[in-house]
């Protein structure tokens, strides 16, 4: 799966050879590309792939002009990089992570700075406003705030701003990092449009697999390395004949998981629908009671192997890393009881006119992977910062953990741990030194403080970056220390908010593995996630809409309702946007 180099084929958008470039961080040389061989052809979209400190930022940084190669040649559409980056910058469109945009300004005043950015002439900027504002639907929004948007609003303008000068190509740095399915799916809708109308070439970079094979081309990187590039279907061949689903009619499935994991030959494990996915390191079906006795009566099924199967076979096995003492508040297990332990009745929270959660009421019992699903201000992160009493509500009564949230808030919040978006986490101080400061504001002092620091340090791999300032850390390792810090206190209700949203999927197995761990242990978990695929690892889901919920019930439940003869298995995502859809088409009746 080398780079082409037939000397017949076309020239390029983007021809990437020998190229090297390091840095210096904390006294230490880090090398981040190591001699990257790879090519975007004309008129494709091109998938960069690979887990957290792969390269992939640091590649298309210098594919823009941004940065340049310590060593290699990059040709961006004919011009070499390094002779001229001001000359590629000009030509291209560039979204860099996060979007880039300023909060303070209105979109118009966005479009308005990146068109002086790139020499647009004044003349011709009605014309190419009107273009982008219909092609991304932010025509009735010019005079609002970038800041005020939603996630997947802000996506589109930032698409916007890349391509407000006419490009024949296009580089989006984790462009879907955070938005919901509904804008994730738009903007692919987006993206092939350009490049079947316009034939423009795009290189993308993911944290999504699935947006992988959505994908032409894809370069699969890691630590610095090429280790291969290809269409998405001859990754997914490497691993034909090794992919099953395993079901056991009277076990659940995170425990068919967990007897699976530690199976000799097995190369990845993950929840699937109403069964668990194994893949493994040869062909053949697998003698599932020699993996392990208990799974003697599951039934086992090959299946369609996927790029997501290649990816683990490939960089997978010397990356995960198994829980063998799993993380919680309590040494022993406890399981579920059937208590109700967060008790929603009539949530309401109003901002003046505006509501943000309107008339919710749910349930959920001690020990459940409980799902908040919903499209980028449906209202989530609201509902979490009422369930822990961080915001008051309007109206509605709250109980969690066996306390009326408006009575005795400060009681109620000693039975939580909250991991917020982006993880909240004190940028500027060590990693030792924010799990210091979390563990004082959950009240503990002394000995106990010190236990829990060292518990957290050794049980998430924390120790040899104790002296690490938190922000200079991958995502994965912040997403680790974050989740560390909102169980240093052994809270028997844990709220995640958009937990793995842009980590890497060995990042993502590995935080799964411990929530897994902890519902086992008879942990309350309740979940925010734009990821559909986590969906399915939940006990329960709500979706929300606007402040409302729309459907209640388990994923299987949820999927039924869509099922057909055109879709007779349709996914979490299949379910979610058909939900969304039919809410705005009823409020548009």
């Known amino acids: 799966m080398a780079p082409k180099n037939d000397s017949q084929s076309p020239a390029p958008a983007c021809l990437i050879q020998g190229l090297s470039r390091s840095f210096r961080l904390a006294g230490r040389t880090i090398q981040a590309l190591d001699q990257v061989d790879a090519r975007v052809e004309q008129g494709t979209v091109t998938g960069l792939v690979g887990p957290d ?38 030509l291209v469109g560039y979204m860099p992570q996060r979007f880039g945009l300023y909060q303070d300004l209105t979109v118009r005043e966005n479009l308005d700075l990146y068109a002086d950015l790139r020499d647009l002439a004044p003349e011709q900027r009605p014309e190419r406003y009107r273009v982008l504002m219909e092609m991304t639907g932010l025509g009735p929004f010019q005079k609002r705030l970038a800041g005020a948007l939603s996630g997947g609003m802000k996506q589109k303008l930032g698409l916007a701003c890349a391509l407000v000068k006419p490009t024949r190509m296009l580089i989006l740095d984790e462009p879907t990092v955070g938005v919901d399915p509904v804008s994730r799916r738009e903007l692919w809708q987006i993206v092939y449009h350009l490049v079947e109308s316009e034939g423009l070439s795009v290189l993308l970079s993911t944290s999504y697999l699935d947006e992988a094979e959505r994908c032409q081309q894809v370069v699969l ?40 994991a530690g199976a000799p030959g097995v190369v990845d494990v993950l929840i699937q629908g109403e069964g668990v996915r194994l893949v493994r390191d040869r062909p053949g079906r697998p003698h599932l009671d020699q993996l392990h006795p208990e799974l003697a009566g599951a039934t086992v099924e090959e299946v369609e192997p996927r790029f997501e199967d290649s990816f683990m076979d490939m960089l997978g096995q010397d990356q995960e890393r198994t829980v063998s003492s799993p993380p919680g508040p309590a040494p022993d297990p406890q399981p579920s009881d059937g208590e109700t332990v967060i008790e929603v009745e009539g949530l309401t929270r109003r901002f003046g006119d505006f509501y943000a959660v309107n008339d919710i009421s749910f349930q959920v019992r001690r020990g459940e992977i409980f799902g908040l699903l919903g499209a980028n201000g449906a209202g989530k992160s609201t509902t979490f910062r009422m369930l822990c009493g961080l915001l008051p509500p309007t109206r509605g009564k709250l109980r969690v953990a066996g306390w009326d949230l408006g009575r005795a808030p400060a009681r109620a919040r000693a039975s939580i741990g909250y991991m917020a978006q982006s993880f909240s986490l004190y940028t500027q101080l060590s990693v030792a030194d924010n799990l210091r400061f979390f563990a004082s504001a959950y009240g503990l002092r002394g000995r106990k403080r010190r236990r829990r620091l060292a518990w957290a340090l050794e049980e998430f791999d924390l120790a040899p970056l104790a002296r690490a300032t938190s922000g200079q850390l991958p995502l994965g390792y912040k997403q680790r220390l974050a989740l560390a810090a909102a169980l240093m206190h052994r809270p028997e209700i844990i709220f995640l908010d958009e937990p793995t949203s842009g980590v890497d999927p060995l990042a993502r197995r590995e935080f799964w593995r411990r929530i897994n761990a902890l519902a086992d242990q008879g942990v309350t978990v309740m979940i925010t996630t734009h990821h559909l695929e986590e969906a399915e690892f939940c006990d329960h889901l709500v979706i929300m809409d606007r402040g409302r919920i729309l459907a209640r019930g388990t994923p299987r439940e949820m999927k039924a309702r869509f099922r057909s003869a055109q879709n007779p298995n349709p996914t979490m995502e299949d379910a979610f946007i058909a939900l969304l859809e039919e809410s705005r088409q009823k409020e548009a009746a």
């Not at 823009?64 to 040649?73: D, S």
């Not at 390395?225 to 990754?235: D, N, Y």
């Open 221 to 260: 990187l890691h630590q610095g390395r090429v280790l291969g590039q290809g269409s998405p279907e001859s990754f997914s061949r490497r691993v034909r004949g090794r992919s099953f689903l395993v079901s056991h009619p009277e076990m659940g499935r995170r425990r068919v998981q967990r007897l699976l």
């Open 53 to 90: 400190a792969a390269g992939k930022t640091t590649l298309m940084r210098i594919c823009v002009g941004l940065l340049l190669p310590h060593q290699g040649k990059v040709e961006v559409l004919g011009v070499d990089v390094t002779r001229d980056p001001q000359l590629v910058q000009s």
